[in-house]
Each structure stands twice: as structure tokens, then as C-alpha cells.
């Protein structure tokens, strides 16, 4: 196991309140399993009470972000910009998260070809049961570069 002791807002390419994920609870060679609470700020279309499951894919891209991160600061490389592609098979037993209730979000690579990747995700919680396939994008650091200052 890898230590977790990190910071999500160094981990990912979001600043303020778009950094989602509280804490990395676990990490390994191909496996990361990140903590959240649910916000209730309006961020992403929910309100005061609940938050859209729908949610869950970018907890899940999140989650990734966080494992790529943590792999790039292992490397001595900047944190870099990742692209979600697609999902595949999001499965979830519910309609809304309850702002408030804690969620773990998982995130284990599946395949990772040059810079394409896929990853088994999962988001567990109170009564939550939520699975999907991430298809994620990482593009060579001058691309990267580049976009982040257009």
C-alpha cells in the first residue's frame, strides 16, 4: 500500500469548490478509494436536501483524477489535465444522495493503453450501491499545457 496522506486540492487539476472528493482513504499499484460528504451548494444541480446520483460520474472521474495525481507525484510530474470519454453500465440503486451522508468512491484501473485508460468504478454509502466503467484521456503534457492557459 502507498501512503495516503495527501491533499485532494494537489492531487487534481479543480481549485475551490469544484474539488468534490474530501480524502484518499486508500491507494495502491492500481486501486484508489477516496471519502466525501455531500454538499448541498448547488454545484452541480442539486439543492439543500439531495444531490443527483448522476453526481456519481464525476465522483468516479474524480476518484481517477486523484489516482492519476497520486501516480504523477510519485513520478516527480506535474499534475495534469485528464478527459472523462465515456461511461459505460452506470448502475446506481438510487435517484439522489442526501446532502450531508458520506460516500466512498473507488476506482481501480482496468487497462491503461498509452494515455487512454479504463477504470471499474464504485460508489458505496448508507443504502448506496452505485457501479459504472470510466473511460478517461490524458494528453501528452503539451497539449495539457496548452489548455490550461487558453
Not at 436536501?49 to 453526481?55: G, I, L, Q, R
Amino acid at each position: 500500500m502507498i501512503s495516503n496522506d495527501f491533499v485532494m486540492a494537489d492531487l487534481l487539476p479543480h481549485t475551490g469548490q469544484m474539488v468534490l472528493l474530501d480524502s484518499v482513504t486508500f491507494v495502491d499499484e492500481t486501486r484508489l478509494t477516496a471519502q466525501l460528504v455531500v454538499r448541498g451548494d448547488g454545484l452541480l444541480l442539486g439543492n439543500a436536501e439531495s444531490v443527483p446520483a448522476w453526481t456519481g460520474i464525476e465522483y468516479m472521474a474524480q476518484a481517477i483524477g486523484a489516482y492519476v495525481g497520486i501516480q504523477a507525484k510519485q513520478a516527480g510530474l506535474p499534475i495534469q489535465l485528464g478527459f472523462l470519454l465515456g461511461t459505460r453500465r452506470y448502475d446506481s440503486n438510487v435517484d439522489s444522495f442526501p446532502v450531508g451522508s458520506t460516500l466512498s468512491v473507488s476506482a481501480e484501473k482496468i487497462l491503461q493503453d498509452g494515455q487512454l485508460g479504463v477504470f471499474e468504478c464504485r460508489i458505496c454509502g448508507d443504502n448506496v450501491a452505485i457501479s459504472a466503467t470510466l473511460n478517461v484521456y490524458q494528453p501528452p503534457e503539451s497539449l495539457t499545457h496548452r489548455v490550461q492557459h487558453e
